[in-house]
């Protein structure tokens, strides 16, 4: 799966990865009841904010409901690889939100299938072997077309998006920002769907925004976690295209992480928890894990330190570093690494090879939706003694939730 919102089980609160895992889950299934087993591999992190966003503005619960103690729309999924054979309660595949994210997520995967053969980049772009990948873009796309219709949005904006995105690729003098605008115009379209599907119609615009920012975003993440290898093959990068420095980059989402948040803040929403956490605070996190930690970070881990605490600070090596050397004569075939590699995806990491440095761990620790890529998890919530004057601690709302946990904070 990709995507930037991947909350930690280690410092998120409880009640926010639980619900976060409802959404997840629901839209895999949505995926599979609707559009067959072969769709689940369109699941991705981010799709699922759609899911939550429509739940969040959608009616509180009916007074009869509430007397008898009936939480959000949900049912019981059935025991799960995933999630270590465990049952858990879901988003229903017959949900709108849930619908909207499974055929924009499976728009979108249909139009990366299309980018890699169009760039003769992958299986994708092969003659022969790439016949199957191509014929299941097509099959998403057309299923994502027919699942749109029934909820009344319309997937061109999405499907646009390679066309006008391969254009300004190709046109000379472009900025930045241009060359951001086509994900930012269809991820906007998504968001503002949501208050349609809700029958919050005054929320559309400030949603549309919201989408603008975090299209942004998730745009320029991509473009420098891709930026060592595109270099390496010589490929499109926007950042070197537009002449743009990471540092510049990193200004660039900071200033659309403001924007994010103070549109986030505007929402008429009938639960803003999960919002929150998702679009700001992760957000915040998946830009840090992209760029390196902020100074802010680093400050809460000398106060950590001065506190105590002995847990390492966060590292300030950008990630994507070159991997450490195998041993010599521990160098496997290329066939079996292969079949490791795509018998470890679709178990999300349940399995692992042998050579596997995680191979002796525990289930949880194994499993990639429970996996942890923060900075630094230890003591996340101490830092909030130390800076409570600062906005971007703890999303900036103090995530006092009932359950426990009274600090989201993650640098």
Not at 315 to 338: M, N
Request: glycine fraction near 10%; proline fraction near 6%; charged fraction near 25%.
């Amino acid at each position: 799966m990709f995507g930037i919102l991947r909350p930690c089980a280690r410092h998120s609160c409880p009640s926010v990865h639980e619900a976060w895992r409802a959404h997840l889950c629901g839209l895999c299934l949505t995926l599979r009841d609707r559009h067959g087993h072969l769709a689940r591999m369109a699941t991705n992190y981010d799709g699922l904010i759609l899911s939550v966003l429509t739940e969040a503005q959608s009616p509180a619960q009916s007074p009869a409901q509430s007397r008898a103690g009936a939480g959000p729309n949900r049912r019981t999924a059935g025991p799960c690889a995933l999630r270590g054979f465990r049952s858990a309660e879901v988003v229903p595949s017959d949900d709108r939100g849930a619908r909207l994210s499974a055929v924009v997520s499976l728009a979108l995967a249909a139009g990366k299938i299309r980018d890699h053969a169009s760039d003769g980049d992958g299986i994708a772009a092969r003659r022969v072997a790439g016949v199957p990948m191509r014929v299941t873009a097509a099959a998403w796309a057309s299923a994502a077309r027919r699942g749109a219709e029934s909820i009344g949005f319309d997937t061109a904006v999405l499907t646009e998006v390679s066309a006008r995105q391969a254009l300004l690729e190709a046109s000379p003098g472009c900025g930045l920002l241009d060359v951001t605008e086509p994900t930012e115009t269809a991820v906007a379209a998504a968001f503002a769907h949501t208050a349609t599907l809700a029958g919050r119609p005054g929320n559309a615009e400030n949603l549309r925004e919201a989408g603008r920012f975090f299209g942004r975003i998730a745009h320029l993440i991509d473009a420098v976690e891709d930026l060592a290898e595109d270099r390496a093959r010589g490929a499109y990068n926007p950042l070197d295209a537009t002449g743009t420095s990471p540092a510049e980059a990193r200004r660039v989402c900071e200033e659309a992480l403001h924007g994010l948040r103070l549109a986030v803040r505007d929402l008429d929403l009938e639960e803003r928890h999960l919002v929150e956490a998702l679009l700001c605070g992760e957000t915040r996190r998946a830009v840090d894990r992209a760029f390196g930690p902020r100074a802010h970070g680093a400050a809460c881990a000398a106060h950590r330190t001065s506190a105590g605490d002995t847990s390492p600070a966060p590292s300030d090596a950008p990630p994507g570093g070159p991997p450490a050397e195998e041993p010599p004569g521990s160098r496997r075939g290329i066939a079996l690494t292969a079949v490791a590699g795509v018998t470890t995806f679709l178990t999300c990491g349940l399995y692992r090879p042998p050579w596997s440095e995680y191979r002796q761990e525990r289930c949880m620790d194994r499993c990639f939706c429970d996996g942890c890529d923060c900075p630094d998890c230890s003591g996340c919530c101490d830092c909030c003694s130390a800076c409570s004057d600062c906005s971007d601690c703890c999303s900036g709302d103090g995530c006092c939730c009932g359950d426990g946990c009274c600090c989201d904070c993650g640098s």
